[in-house]
């Protein structure tokens, strides 16, 4: 069969760019091997903030001793939670194949393989299309370490029918704090080991800190600097050994889950037809063509940003590029967050960043104690950080620790975007009482 575009990979990248091609007249085949929506809808960001979502009701019941919240009651509550996550996943899967209905738009189940840089085959059928783009995302790492095979992956904890007594996480990142903060919650003993000296190493210092204290308090331990050198069966326990500061430690679960990052996941055929693959995933231009013309690649397969939200942007500027738009997308503006509790988001650079730089730079920080709703609601712990360059007064980034900060971020990600200055974001009204009213709090101490 023949289409204007072929599109690898149903996942976030890959249906919106259909629906945006077929909105612009294109004829559009999608292969999926798996479910419609990819690993963010089936295995990663939604079902996990539906967990998120009964863990934080989990958290504030437990702290209310007028409850007497009980672990057995705790332990039903996980049962119903991961059934209302099914639910959840189901309902917007259904939302994605109503989008995937477009008369313009054809719906391959099945692994697609390239057999040529305009063709590939699903199930047997042949399909041809001018121009292709790889959108077949990733898939959990796991360390090349002895018994590596007893831990299970973020997949597989998600298919969890029974909580766990003690949880045992390797690798501090998003992926292993947001797990953290969800199974402490309903009452699992967690110990986190992380390789690096802190937590979520690409967030600001200051901000992961902060998150690490807080998660300490409640209960979580932690373990950081410290290098996983094996697992052990150790009856019916794992025993993760470690090492930290040149001792020989170790730490014991009932379940133990590898999180240590994700590895590109390349479509059969890719590299026999000359795209070029790095360690990273597919090498591609700021187009997102790689070298191989008319065949693109987006999200999680090229390694550039592995977030769904970056893979519809990157989805947004390869179809500008092949229709001949101009595209006005800044994919160096890209917010991200942690929804653990207190939430984390950052965008821009760090300030351990701007100083490797060089860049003359000022960093101001308010924090949510002093704002009216956050201590109405309950929760004053958290801050906000904001850093600006001194000449141009442009924002170069912002960093979170607090109550919605995912949803406070995107005004600073907006004025990034549109090159507009810290005075700007002092002199915007902000309504009151908001959260909101903390970034202008830092922005206002740049007049200062």
């Not at 090229?302 to 500008?320: D, F, P, S, Y």
């Amino acid at each position: 069969m023949n289409h204007d575009l072929i599109i690898i990979g149903a996942g976030p990248g890959g249906y919106e760019m259909a629906a945006e091609a077929a909105s612009r007249g294109l004829s559009v085949l999608i292969a999926e091997k798996d479910l419609l929506g990819g690993t963010c809808l089936n295995r990663g960001c939604i079902p996990t903030k539906a967990l998120c979502r009964n863990s934080t009701l989990m958290s504030d019941l437990r702290e209310a001793s007028t409850f007497g919240i009980e672990m057995d009651n705790v332990r039903f509550n996980f049962a119903t939670a991961m059934k209302r996550k099914d639910a959840v996943v189901a309902q917007l899967r259904e939302g994605v194949a109503m989008m995937l209905s477009n008369p313009k738009i054809t719906v391959a189940h099945g692994e697609a393989i390239i057999t040529s840089p305009r063709t590939v085959t699903v199930e047997g059928e042949e399909h041809t299309a001018q121009n292709m783009v790889i959108a077949t995302g990733s898939a959990p790492r796991a360390l090349p370490i002895e018994g590596a095979d007893l831990a299970i992956s973020s997949d597989q904890l998600l298919q969890l029918s029974e909580l766990p007594q003690s949880l045992c996480i390797i690798g501090g990142g998003v992926i292993g704090m947001e797990f953290a903060g969800i199974f402490h919650s309903f009452g699992t003993e967690v110990t986190v080991v992380e390789y690096c000296k802190e937590i979520l190493p690409p967030f600001d210092k200051d901000i992961a800190k902060r998150l690490r204290q807080t998660l300490s308090k409640k209960g979580i331990n932690f373990a950081t600097g410290a290098a996983v050198t094996s697992l052990k069966r150790d009856g019916e326990l794992i025993s993760v050994c470690y090492e930290q500061k040149g001792k020989q430690l170790q730490v014991s679960a009932q379940t133990v889950l590898m999180a240590v990052g994700r590895r590109p996941v390349i479509p059969q055929g890719a590299a026999e037809v000359g795209v070029e693959i790095s360690r990273g995933g597919i090498v591609v231009d700021e187009n997102m063509q790689t070298g191989v013309p008319g065949i693109y690649a987006i999200g999680d397969v090229n390694g550039k940003c592995m977030l769904a939200h970056a893979a519809t942007a990157q989805g947004m500027v390869a179809i500008n590029h092949i229709t001949g738009v101009k595209c006005g997308t800044r994919l160096d503006v890209v917010p991200s967050a942690v929804f653990t509790t207190p939430e984390l988001a950052m965008v821009g650079a760090t300030e351990e960043q701007c100083e490797a730089a060089g860049l003359n730079f000022t960093a101001k920080k308010a924090f949510f104690r002093s704002n009216g709703k956050a201590v109405a609601m309950g929760e004053p712990d958290g801050l906000v950080k904001l850093i600006a360059d001194n000449d141009t007064r442009k924002v170069l980034g912002c960093h979170i620790c607090g109550a919605h900060a995912a949803d406070l971020i995107q005004e600073v990600a907006t004025v990034m975007a549109a090159g507009l200055k810290v005075d700007d974001v002092a002199t915007a009204i902000h309504g009151h009482p908001t959260l909101g009213e903390v970034v202008a709090s830092a922005a206002r101490q740049f007049f200062q």
